[in-house]
């Protein structure tokens, strides 16, 4: 237990002040962690090479303060939520949902890169995220996508569920077109111009990610 002076308690009392010294954040420094979120787990998938191009360019921004982490999804062996499982994959289950769980609570904010299926997200983000509430509550989220539209039907879908479990999701989306974004709808070869966006989401998620760090 701490040895608090009478004198101490006394003038905290008067004054509000705390005269012991206190580990503080360094002034200026954020010291957040942004997780770069890879949402499909298709073979093959195309989220790859554009988690990438989006992890780059954020190290690239050279952000004081804030560290960025590639995620990917496939990664984490999950099951359906609340499928029966045999006595052998439930324990591996477990313990991948564990580590989802604990990897995205790790996080103060997040890009999600969403594939499009259907106008919406892909099954298995969707999935993914349902195992999830507290350890995103009081964050906030980017988006990144492709697709005919970018992936805009999906990123609207995922402003619906992330709102369920109280993200807050920035404007800014960062869109890439299969069509001209990548050859033959695999190789991908963004044009230059999505720096604008990819800028904008970025200052924005920062933004909101601080803000919201102060109320958690
Ligand atoms: C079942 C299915 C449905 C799809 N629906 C859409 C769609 O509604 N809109 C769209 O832009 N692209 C759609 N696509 C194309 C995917 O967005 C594209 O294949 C993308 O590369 C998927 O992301 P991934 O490669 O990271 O898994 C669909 C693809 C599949 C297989």
């Known amino acids: 237990m701490r040895n608090t002076s009478f004198i101490s308690r006394i003038s905290n009392a008067l004054f509000g002040g705390n005269t012991q010294t206190q580990p ?12 770069i979120i890879s949402g499909s787990v298709r073979e093959g998938r195309n989220s790859a090479a554009v988690t990438e191009w ?16 590639m995620v990917a999804l496939a990664d984490y062996d999950l099951p359906l939520l609340g499928s029966k499982l045999s006595a052998e994959r439930q324990a591996e289950a477990g ?11 790790s996080f103060d904010g997040y890009i999600f890169v969403t594939p499009e299926y259907n106008h919406a997200v892909g099954g298995a983000l969707k999935n ?42 920035v ?26 966006n990819a800028t904008a989401m970025f200052d924005e998620v920062i933004k909101w990610s601080g803000a919201l760090k102060t109320i958690r």
Not at 54 to 69: L, Q, T
Not at 95 to 105: F, L, N, R
Not at 150 to 163: D, F, P, S, T, Y
């Open 24 to 35: 503080t954040e360094e002034k200026g420094k954020l010291n957040m962690k942004i997780g």
């Open 128 to 169: 993914a995220l349902d195992f999830l509430k507290p350890e995103v509550a009081d964050k906030a989220a980017g988006f990144v996508g492709y697709g005919s539209l970018g992936g805009a039907r999906a990123h609207e879908n995922m402003r619906v569920i992330l709102g369920e479990l109280s993200v807050a999701t």
């Open 171 to 196: 404007h800014t989306t960062v869109n890439f077109s299969l069509m001209t974004d990548f050859e033959n709808m695999s190789n991908f070869v963004p044009n230059d111009y999505h720096a604008g």
């Open 54 to 69: 989006i992890h780059d360019f954020a190290v690239k921004r050279n952000d004081e303060g804030v560290e960025y982490e």
């Open 95 to 105: 313990a991948a949902i564990q580590a989802w769980s604990a990897k995205i609570a």
